[in-house]
């Protein structure tokens, strides 16, 4: 069997132009944190100061990830960390598309989440944690997760039967249990300012 050859193409209107015409850098805001945390809400909230503000901006997010990109993706360890992987890649070029990615995904794992800054570049990649204590995001649970967790029925979950790694110095930490959406959307928009957008 022969092996293909792939060779990248380089376009004329590249990430520098995309940037330069937006008038703001492109960047990849990955929040991370346990199911129910408010990560898809925080980083909806986040968008929509960004998208107000003129800022080209892009949702990615796990259910709608997952029921399109990667419906073929189970569960298990090796399943999880391809859907991170994949999510990664598009984000990257969604980078190079010029655009503010916001990223809602419980990336529990730690290597998950460096290759993902690997992939984008670590100038390019701003880790969000989402800190909420577990006995809160199983009180949220609005999709009955952990409760099937509990059950058995949902095996190797987060927070459960299968750990969280928490990053140990993300670029904002938020704690949702403590402070209001409006709050941690401040925090996060303070560091965007801090760092140019």
Known sequence: MSKVIVIPQVHDINKALRTESNGHPAKVLWFTGLSGSGKSTVANAVEKVLFA???HTYILDG??????????????????????????????????????????????????????????????????????????????????????????????????????EAPTAPDVHLHTDQESLEESVTRVMNHLKDIGI
């Open 63 to 164: 259910d709608n990830v997952r029921s399109g990109l990667n419906k073929d993706l189970d569960f298990s360890a090796a399943g999880r960390e391809e859907n991170i992987r994949r999510i990664g890649e598009v984000a990257n070029l969604m980078v190079d598309a010029g655009l503010i990615v916001l990223t809602a995904f419980v990336s529990p794992f730690k290597a998950d989440r460096d290759k993902v800054r690997q992939t984008v570049g670590d100038e390019n990649f701003v880790e969000i944690f989402v800190d909420c204590p577990l006995e809160v995001c199983e009180q949220r649970d609005v999709k009955g997760l952990y409760k099937k967790a509990r059950a058995g029925e949902i095996p190797d979950f987060t927070g459960i039967t299968s750990p969280f």
């Open 53 to 55: 503000d003129n800022k």
